[in-house]
Nanobody, 124 residues
Framework: QVRLVESGGGLVQPGGSLRLSCVAS????????VAWFRQAPGKEREGISY????????DYADSVKHRFTISRDPFANAVYLQMNSLKPEDTAVYYC?????????????????WGQGTQVTVSS
C-alpha cells in the first residue's frame, strides 16, 4: 500500500495562495490516480481535484475551478495542489488519496490510500 504524506497547509489571508504537496513512498506514484479532497467542520468530505494515472488528465470541482491547479512531479514522486485566490470557504482539512491505475474520481469510495490531512485556514 502506498503511503501518502501531505504538507503545505497553514493560515493565509483571503486572496492569498498556498501550495499543498502529497508525497508518496513505497511505489511509483505515476501508476496512481491522485485526488485532493477537503473536509470542513460539520461537512462531508468533498472531492475537489484529481489527476489520472494514464494520461495525466485533470478535473476540478466547480467550487475551485480556475483557482486551483493540480500537477504531478514524477521525479519527486509527488502531486501538488496550487491554490490561488483563496476564500474563507476554502477553510478545511485537505487530504490526498491514491487509486492504483485509476482514471480519477471525486468519489471517496474509489481510493484505498489516504494521507493524514493538512489544515488550511483562510482568514483575515
Amino acid at each position: 500500500q502506498v503511503r501518502l504524506v501531505e504538507s503545505g497547509g497553514g493560515l493565509v489571508q483571503p486572496g492569498g495562495s498556498l501550495r499543498l504537496s502529497c508525497v508518496a513512498s513505497g511505489y511509483m506514484f505515476d501508476d496512481y490516480a491522485v485526488a485532493w479532497f477537503r473536509q470542513a467542520p460539520g461537512k462531508e468530505r468533498e472531492g475537489i481535484s484529481y489527476i489520472s494515472s494514464r494520461d495525466g488528465s485533470t478535473d476540478y470541482a466547480d467550487s475551485v475551478k480556475h483557482r486551483f491547479t493540480i500537477s504531478r512531479d514524477p521525479f519527486a514522486n509527488a502531486v501538488y495542489l496550487q491554490m490561488n485566490s483563496l476564500k474563507p470557504e476554502d477553510t478545511a482539512v485537505y487530504y490526498c488519496a491514491a487509486d492504483l491505475h485509476g482514471l480519477g474520481s471525486f468519489s471517496t469510495n474509489v481510493y484505498y490510500s489516504w494521507g493524514q490531512g493538512t489544515q488550511v485556514t483562510v482568514s483575515s
